[in-house]
């Protein structure tokens, strides 16, 4: 990576992982010392057949095989599955036995938690933790996903307040749909809660909640790629909203005006494509850590300017 200056570094430790180390002038962790943040990128699920017939995986690729040969370009993937059916330790031992050893782990919380607000959430909630117990230190975070209809309302509040207390012993991140959560008091709060705010790149369309590099947890910051196809983004049928190809102009645009600040700001940052439509996810993954590692990014204009 071409930073300015004798404290310019990159080392790819892993598939899909980035490490930089941030200018002096730049970084606002740590002040008067070298910082440094990894950057992990992946995909939101890995197990898609379809990426077999769009030459991500081979063909004929078994659902067993496809997460050990995504952990041959990535570092860390985000658990879709955990948000459509309550996460069972179990399945999950079995699942991170088989995953390398460098693969971390992001895990949604499922659904019946944040789309349909069960009666009994705490049980629920009780038996998801359990669930995804055998994470361990691999667990990047666990991503609360919260729908559209999830006004800043007083109820919604302290619902979530108490979600976030059930959760207070896990690292969290949480991603609002909704403009009316993009507001500094709600930065102020999972700030205090030590709660990562998730950045978002989707369609900008009325209502939606907006691209921020807000860093509400110095610890880790959390990037999802939604793709940008308005016509498709409120229709029910998945691939239609999710059928997105990122171009190398957009993703050098995210790198420098969002990843850059945010990676400023953070020890961690984990970046997940959902786009995962004709395989589109992994080779925009893929095409980031590329302009991640070659040094079109994390230069910018105030490292140019210090250069002359």
């Not at 078994?62 to 948000?83: A, D, G, K, P, Q």
């Not at 307040?161 to 930065?187: I, M």
């Amino acid at each position: 990576m071409n930073l300015t200056g004798t404290e310019n570094k990159n080392i790819n430790v892993s598939p899909g992982r980035v490490d930089v180390v941030i200018p002096r002038k730049m970084q606002t962790v740590g002040a008067g010392y070298q910082h440094q943040c990894g950057l992990y990128v992946g995909t939101c699920g890995y197990s898609y057949t379809e990426w077999t017939d769009n030459d991500f995986y081979p063909a004929a690729t078994r659902s067993s095989e496809m997460l050990s040969l995504y952990s041959r370009c990535f570092s860390v993937v985000e658990l879709n599955y955990t948000w459509y059916q309550m996460a069972r330790a179990d399945a999950v031992s079995r699942m991170v036995s088989k995953a390398p050893k460098h693969l971390l782990f992001a895990a949604k919380l499922t659904r019946t938690m944040t789309h349909e607000r069960a009666v009994d959430w705490r049980e629920q909630l009780a038996l998801y933790i359990q669930g995804i117990t055998p994470l361990k230190k691999r667990l990047a975070a666990v991503l609360v996903q919260l729908p559209p209809d999830f006004h800043r309302t007083i109820d919604n509040r302290n619902y979530l307040a108490a979600l976030l207390d059930g959760l207070q012993e896990l690292p969290v991140a949480v991603e609002f749909r909704h403009a009316s959560w993009a507001v500094d008091s709600v930065f102020a709060e999972l700030e205090r809660r030590r709660v990562s705010l998730v950045a978002v790149d989707e369609p900008e369309l009325p209502g939606l909640f907006p691209s921020l590099d807000v860093v509400t947890n110095p610890a880790l910051f959390y990037v999802r790629f939604h793709g940008r196809n308005r016509d498709g983004w409120r229709s029910s049928n998945m691939q239609k909203k999710f059928n997105y190809d990122y171009s190398e102009e957009e993703l050098c645009h995210w790198a420098d005006e969002y990843i850059r600040p945010m990676a400023a700001r953070a020890e961690r940052g984990v970046l997940f494509f959902n786009n995962h439509v004709k395989a589109q996810a992994p080779r925009n993954a893929q095409k980031l850590v590329k302009i991640l590692t070659s040094g079109l990014t994390l230069i910018g204009k105030d490292s140019q300017k210090g250069s002359g």
